[in-house]
């Protein structure tokens, strides 16, 4: 069956064709009539059409603009165009557009049933070429594929040492590969999206193995262009080159050229991201396994460090020591405070720290538990409720740990800091008021103690000298000092207008070991000695 598409702005013209026309006997479809040359080109992406019978002059696009279109975009249909006798000469140079057959207005039935035959044949002719060229394509690439991946195949058993280095070698020298070489380095390409990094869709998880041959073309292309190294596919979604030292003048900066090149390149193409790691120089083929297994190894480190990275094993020192416990320190304090910005600000540094240190996910993943001991640390010092700190802990030490990168696993951990932080906000805004009472109280019934100190009443309270200093400030609009010196010298006052005692027995009642500073600190505050202001209230 051919599906046939009219086009005439004029509707006598296509309810006449439509109708005088046996479509079923010629094997044909109208498959849809339109009155100009836009409405056309909506069809036509939308619907298969073999054969395109078109009028010349219409509104909106014409004829000759419908013929362009369908030249550049859809070549295998097949045209034929019917104008007016004024518009023939116009029509005939739609020649460039590949148009078929021009037909003179009035059209006979026959005649143009004369014509569709006669375009019917050409479809088939497109349509055998067609299926010829996509026969050959087929086998061509079937072909090299297979060579690929036979060659693919016995590089990837040299370099594991799978079969004997001896009998890897041979084969490889009747492929026309040798292996000759000063030193010996292998590289692997890692495509992000297929690496467990991220949750990919059934839809991208069918293009793995086509973006792993585009990304394998790509490496093999660079690296012979460059003399380097071959290149070839291991397992479905993973490249490797294996150089070859031939000459000494900067060649390892050479690898890391072509391992960035074709980064850039496959990311351009296909908009994917690519980690490549490389191994160390080896000497011998035998020894080709030790610089691949060192640069699957060194792949692993994308979990810290994010995907599309590029590392050579030879220039990185990993597994160092993050020095943590300044910074750890700080954000306790943070935490404790309520500094919101400073929380941020630490909690970069850590990350960065973390990452400078280049160590193993275990390893992070207990730096990440020291991050959240210190903020339990800050809650236990400003007495928060512990039991609502802790709850869900080993499901929040079992997520972070579940997690395929560090930065979404850093995400989990400031996200439990954001709610620490607003339980102790909750926390401080009505606790902190009822701290502050209970310190005044407290200096009230002690103020004789000459004991009386910030850590003993912190002790009493049970919170840090710090964080008391800061919410007793807040509530009260003094500091503590300021408070019990005041309330001492109030006491004082009292028993100076109401008892015949001694300045010394006084000094002793209001907590002043030592009576000399007594009266300075009693002059300071009311402007004039204890013996003064006794004379003048007794009076």
Not at 178 to 198: C, P
Not at 269 to 275: F, K
Not at 350 to 356: R, V
Not at 364 to 386: G, P
Request: aromatic share 8%; charged share 30%; net charge negative.
């Amino acid at each position: 069956m051919y599906r046939i598409l009219l086009v005439d702005d004029e509707i006598l013209v296509r309810d006449a064709i439509k109708e005088n026309i046996d479509w079923a006997g010629i094997d044909c479809e109208l498959a849809g009539d339109c009155e100009n040359g836009k409405q056309a080109i909506e069809f036509v992406q939308e619907h298969p059409v073999d054969i395109v019978l078109t009028d010349i002059l219409m509104p909106y696009v014409d004829g000759m603009e419908l013929c362009h279109f369908l030249h550049d975009n859809y070549p295998d249909i097949v045209i034929v165009v019917f104008s007016g006798f004024g518009e023939f000469e116009y029509a005939k140079k739609a020649i460039q557009y590949n148009v078929s057959e021009y037909l003179l207005k009035p059209v006979t039935a026959v005649e143009l049933t004369g014509v569709i035959n006669k375009m019917k044949e050409k479809v088939d002719r497109i349509r055998r070429e067609k299926q010829k060229m996509e026969s050959l394509t087929k086998t061509s690439e079937n072909y090299r594929e297979n060579v690929q991946m036979i060659r693919s195949k016995a590089i990837e058993a040299l370099v594991n040492c799978t079969t004997d280095v001896r009998k890897s070698l041979d084969r490889l020298e009747k492929m026309g590969i040798e292996l000759s070489a000063v030193r010996y380095r292998v590289a692997v390409f890692d495509i992000d999206i297929y690496s467990g990094m991220y949750e990919v869709d059934l839809e991208k998880q069918q293009e793995s193995a086509l973006m792993a041959f585009v990304l394998y073309n790509i490496s093999d292309e660079i690296a012979g262009r460059e003399g380097a190294g071959i290149a070839y596919q291991e397992g479905s979604n993973r490249v490797c080159i294996l150089f070859q030292e031939k000459w000494s003048h900067n060649f390892t900066e050479k690898t890391k050229a072509i391992c960035q090149e074709i980064q850039q390149k496959i990311y351009e193409l296909m908009g994917i991201d690519v980690s490549m790691a490389i191994g160390s120089w080896v000497r011998k083929p035998e020894e080709l396994v030790t610089s691949h297994n060192e640069a699957v190894e060194t792949l692993q480190y994308r979990y810290l460090l994010g995907g599309r990275i590029l590392i050579d094993r030879e220039e990185q020192h990993f597994g160092q020591k993050a020095d943590l416990e300044q910074s750890l320190l700080q954000l306790k304090d943070a935490v404790k405070y309520g500094e919101k910005e400073r929380i941020k600000k630490t909690f970069l540094t850590i990350e960065e720290k973390i990452k400078q240190s280049l160590a193993e996910k275990s390893r992070v993943c207990m730096y990440l538990q020291q991050v959240i001991r210190s903020v339990d640390s800050a809650c236990e010092e400003v007495s928060a409720d512990m039991n609502r700190i802790r709850a869900g802990r080993e499901e929040l030490l079992r997520r972070i740990t579940l997690q395929n990168s560090f930065q979404a696993a850093c995400e989990i951990v400031k996200k439990h800091i954001e709610n620490i932080s607003e339980i102790l906000d909750e926390q401080n805004t009505s606790s902190s008021e009822k701290q502050a009472r209970m310190a005044v109280d407290y200096i009230q019934n002690n103020y004789m103690d000459p004991n009386l100190s910030l850590n003993s009443i912190c002790s009493y309270l049970n919170i840090s000298t710090s964080y008391f200093s800061t919410i007793f400030k807040e509530e009260t609009g003094e500091t503590f000092t300021e408070v019990l010196i005041r309330t001492r010298m109030e006491k004082a006052k009292e028993l100076l207008e109401n008892t015949t005692l001694k300045n010394y027995e006084i000094a002793e009642k209001v907590g002043f070991a030592d009576p000399h500073y007594f009266g300075i600190s009693f002059k300071k505050m009311t402007g004039c000695t204890p013996t003064e202001y006794a004379r003048e209230k007794r009076k």
